[in-house]
């Protein structure tokens, strides 16, 4: 049974950094961050397979960053550049084998801005 357990995250000023952890128990194929703000549907923030191959959302190319470490496997999502619409819930997700929708999912940290 996989899980993941997520860190960091919190309120961060507009133009500010913030980084997502998430320590994957299980040799997930792929992983990835989606985020749900109020009122607004869940979307992908960015995904990454064990091979290296990655895919940022348009919304966050430039800003964010997804990588993984396969020393501690840990998944992680560097934010830069943040802007108060990227406020919303924050939830790392993966799967063994690639499959939508992703079947194991983090509880979601939160990351906020200030407008």
């Known amino acids: 049974q996989g899980q993941l357990v997520e860190s960091g995250g919190g309120s961060v000023q507009p133009g500010g950094s913030a980084r997502l952890s998430c320590a994957a128990s299980?040799?997930?194929?792929?992983l990835g961050w989606w985020r749900q703000a109020p009122t607004k549907e869940r979307e992908r923030v960015a995904t990454?397979?064990?091979?290296?191959?990655?895919n940022v959302a348009d919304s966050v190319k430039g800003r964010f960053t997804i990588s993984y470490d396969k020393t501690t496997d840990t998944l992680n999502l560097e934010m830069s550049g943040l802007k108060p619409e990227d406020t919303a819930m924050y939830y790392c997700?993966?799967?063994?084998?690639?499959?939508?929708?992703?079947?194991?999912w983090g509880q979601g940290p939160q990351v906020t801005g200030s407008p």
């Open positions: 997700a993966a799967d063994p084998n690639c499959l939508d929708p992703y079947q194991f």
């Open positions: 990454l397979r064990r091979d290296g191959r990655t």
């Open positions: 299980a040799d997930f194929l792929c």
